[in-house]
């Protein structure tokens, strides 16, 4: 085999997303010679795509926003799921991470007053997401890489991790590949950052670019991590439905934050019939309340379109099932008759932008067609809530790869704060683990031709499957089977195919050479898209019960015993994926107290606290 | 459905040449999405960069029927039935395969800029930066920016004379004008812009202010305030005097 280059840093970050960004910021300033490897050009990872804007209790307009009821909502949004220190970690720490962006040069919104400002969105309490515009994951992936540039981190760009080196039961580096060459290289480090992001690209309709391949998954499961909540998978509900292409391609939940209303083909506003008792409490049941608080009324409660996502999600299957759906088989989404074609566009401009070139439909006048799209990963790598590190020693992950921090269901907002708190402890996490052990990284040489030899032999191939219609057929199989709403058949269904698939995956054939070869990157990241997509059936199997985004019409409603357990998936001795329920630890006494506080408990006892 | 003639450029750095790809195109679809259904069904090996195909992005820009744009955005409707799509790599940076050109010596270009250094002193008590929306109004345009780099491609100075040792290009004007008119920055860029980026060699013709798909006034709001500050700091007469005047007082 033709001599492999080395490279070697202190610690390698797999992804250039706002998580991998902002955790190599911080492994640099802690002094460790740095690596960031993207799949990408830098500044065109998913992060840009993020819309609505950063979930952060700064209290900018509204000032009784603290980090006690960010958390709680969080916990709530998340069915109680959410690992609870990691919940409390990102409710204290969110806002400084946000400020911290600014005085990295982002430039955010302003309030009146000239603070940054702060936007409504569903199952946060108060406005709380601070924003620019309609763009602000752009404005945040932008800051930290021109911050990032500077901090003297090596980024090694188009270039796309395969697999994981362990020396002992220790991480000690990796392999990967240049797109542009197709040649392999080893990176050498005592630590690796995972920050991948989660795998959309396994189902059909989704929000997700071809990036989202799970490869972190994938490689951390082979390296012996476990797979955690990994039957917890986000549809947003508001993706474009039309025109075909385009289908699936998000619509920010910005529109409804702004006003936006939710309406079925009888010109029904529906979501007024889909409040669950957990939120009942809290949110506005008649259309004269809902527009109370949009105009600003305090004591008015939340309209019911801003319920969380797996809520409005399931209302619009509903609709569309019952016959109630628009003509390209979702619901309208109407902000023209709620606020002018001026404010829509300031307040919105990209949204405007994508409905007129894409759909040609002008969002200031008539109302867009939405539908839900496989948007996010609750689950990932189960990591210690503090340092990030994941069961593999050295082997840290943060951002959507991660799992816990978001439970059943994540809110809107808080993946852009996930990524900058959970991106500077793992940081952090992984600089204590190289301060704290004495050892030199060894490579074995034998895992790294066996990695090399795995992904040529798809080029090497006389002849064999087709990798874009085998993912196709992945994403069809996901699609119907493990959708919004499973059942033990469907899965069960699901889980056979996805043999074959694995089957399929062994005679897969790439065309061409090594040189930038879509077709062979495709092949090598179905892999990784199997591999997750097995761990999100057998978990969601596993689950009887149907919480947040996991739905299971053989299994309706909560089950208290199953808010004992998180379910775990893991590799085998003899290479097959077990899934385990592990019981989850007691919450701290306090944390728990918080969460179960009325909120006008809350609210009172947080002013009490301010007055003091 | 109709069959669609497309022009597809293959090759690599050492050369190569259009070739014929007949295709279904359905309605609706964008050129990016011909692309794909080309890939998949009949060149998998076809090198293309793309990402969010919402122009968020700005990773799939080449030139079509001559002209550059995001193919994400770009709809086959556009084009009557019978044309043939011509589809080219940008022309000013080298070709890498097919589609996909090195487009590196921009993130060079980033990293010469000073970066964002902040008035710390203008915190309130809390700890917060008070700015007005209508302060940062000019700035937020320019950090619209997606990085396509049509803007770079069309610019005569890189594309035609390819003088990218001396011009920093459309991209690193607005970016550089984005941290000069932020109301916290306090770093001085003005010597940098004419003596390192070259404000001089743009002869304002606007053509990437025409091509950005994000509508950003290049021309008027970046480049053309950055130039008649370089002219207000090094060739005023007048100023030139009163900074002279002023500095034997001190």
């Known amino acids: ?612 | 459905m109709a069959l669609r003639n497309f022009k597809l450029f293959r090759g690599d750095k050492s050369g190569g040449q259009m070739e014929n790809y007949q295709i279904e195109v359905d309605k609706g679809m964008v050129v990016l999405d011909v692309i794909h259904r080309i890939q998949a069904e009949q060149a998998n090996d076809l090198a293309v960069r793309w990402n969010c195909k919402a122009g968020k992005c700005g990773s799939c820009s080449v030139e079509i029927n001559g002209k550059p744009k995001l193919s994400c955005m770009t709809r086959m409707n556009e084009y009557s039935a019978e044309d043939t799509i011509y589809v080219r790599p940008i022309r000013t940076f080298p070709v890498i395969k097919d589609l996909v050109t090195d487009v590196s010596w921009n993130y060079e270009q980033n990293k010469r800029i000073t970066p964002f250094t902040p008035d710390t002193k203008q915190k309130n008590k809390n700890g917060d930066y008070v700015m007005m929306q209508e302060d940062v109004d000019r700035i937020q345009e320019f950090r619209k920016c997606i990085e396509c780099y049509l803007c770079q491609d069309v610019c005569h100075i890189l594309r035609d004379h390819n003088k990218k040792d001396k011009f920093v290009g459309p991209r690193f004007m607005i970016r550089i004008a984005s941290l000069d008119m932020h109301p916290l920055d306090t770093a001085d860029r003005i010597t940098s812009v004419k003596e390192d980026f070259g404000s001089g060699m743009c002869n304002i013709t606007r053509c990437c202010t025409d091509v950005c798909p994000e509508d950003i006034q290049i021309t008027d709001n970046a480049i053309i305030p950055l130039k008649e500050r370089v002219v207000d700091k090094f060739y005023d007469p007048f100023l030139w005097l009163w900074r002279k005047f002023l500095k034997r007082n001190k």
Request: aromatic content about 8%; hydrophobic content about 35%; glycine content about 10%.
């Open chain 1, 1 to 612: 085999m033709a001599e492999i280059e080395i490279i070697e840093h202190d610690v390698i970050v797999v992804g250039a997303g706002g998580a991998g960004l902002r955790a190599a910021i911080q492994c640099s300033s802690r002094g460790l010679s740095t690596g960031l490897v993207c799949k990408s050009l830098l500044g065109k990872a998913h992060t840009v795509m993020a819309e609505g804007g950063v979930a952060a209790a700064l209290g900018n307009v509204d000032e009784r926003d603290d980090w006690k009821v960010h958390f709680r909502d969080t916990m709530r949004g998340g069915k109680f799921l959410n690992l609870w220190r990691m919940a409390e970690l990102h409710a204290k720490q969110a806002p400084d991470r946000v400020r911290e962006l600014e005085e990295w040069g982002a430039v955010f919104d302003r309030t009146q007053s000239g603070l940054i400002n702060q936007r409504n969105f569903g199952g946060h309490r108060y406005p709380r997401l601070a924003h620019v515009g309609d763009r602000t994951g752009l404005e945040m992936i932008r800051t930290l890489q021109d911050y990032g540039v500077h901090q003297g981190i090596e980024v090694y760009m188009e270039c796309t991790a395969l697999d994981l080196l362990k020396d002992g039961d220790k991480i000690s580096g990796m392999v990967a590949m240049w797109r542009e060459t197709g040649r392999f290289v080893t990176f050498k480090a005592k630590a690796i950052i995972l920050a991948t992001g989660g795998a959309g690209k396994a189902w059909k309709i989704t929000s997700n670019s071809w990036e989202y391949t799970g490869d972190g998954y994938a490689m951390a499961y082979e390296a012996g991590a476990e797979l955690m909540d990994m039957e917890f998978t986000q549809f947003h509900p508001t993706g474009m439905v039309w025109p075909p292409s385009v289908r699936g391609t998000l619509v920010t939940e910005g529109v409804r934050g702004d006003g936006g209303i939710l309406i079925n083909s009888q010109g029904k506003r529906f979501m007024f019939d889909y409040i669950p008792d957990l939120y009942a409490p809290e949110t506005a049941d008649t259309e004269e309340e809902a527009a109370r608080w949009l105009d600003g009324d305090k004591s008015a409660r939340r309209p019911p379109e801003l319920l969380t996502r797996d809520v409005v999600a399931r209302a619009i299957r509903q609709e569309v099932k019952d016959r109630r759906g628009s003509p390209h088989g979702g619901a309208f989404l109407d902000i023209a008759s709620r606020r002018s074609a001026d404010d829509i566009k300031r307040k919105l401009p990209s949204m405007y932008h994508q409905f007129k070139v894409l759909a040609e439909l002008d969002i200031t006048k008539e109302p867009m067609e939405v539908g839900p799209t496989l948007h996010y990963f609750m689950g990932g790598i189960r990591v210690d809530s503090d340092s990030q590190m994941s069961t593999v020693p050295g082997l840290f992950a943060c951002g959507e790869c991660s799992g816990g921090m978001h439970g059943a269901n994540r809110l809107g907002g808080n993946s852009l704060s996930d990524l900058l708190v959970f991106g500077k402890l793992a940081g952090d996490g992984a600089a204590d683990y190289i301060s704290g052990t004495n050892f030199s990284a060894l490579i074995n040489q034998e895992e790294v031709e066996s990695i090399v030899r795995a992904g040529t032999q798809i080029l090497n191939r006389e002849s064999g499957k087709n990798p874009y219609l085998l993912h196709e057929e992945l994403q069809e199989a996901m699609q119907d089977k493990v959708g919004i709403v499973r059942s033990n058949e469907l899965l069960t269904e699901g889980i056979k195919q996805l043999d074959e698939f694995k089957e399929a995956y062994k005679q897969v054939k790439a065309d061409g050479a090594s040189q930038f070869n879509p077709g062979w990157h495709e092949a090598l990241s179905l892999r990784n898209l199997i591999i997750t997509a097995e761990a999100v059936a057998k978990s969601a199997l596993m689950r009887e019960e149907s919480r947040g985004a996991h739905s299971r019409i053989d299994f309706p409603g909560e089950q208290d015993e199953w808010l004992k357990y998180n379910i775990v998936a893991s590799k085998n001795g003899d290479g097959s994926m077990s899934t385990k329920k592990i019981e989850r630890e007691r919450p701290d006494s306090e944390l728990e107290r918080i969460a179960n506080l009325t909120i006008e408990e809350l609210e009172k006892e947080v002013e009490s606290e301010r007055n003091k």
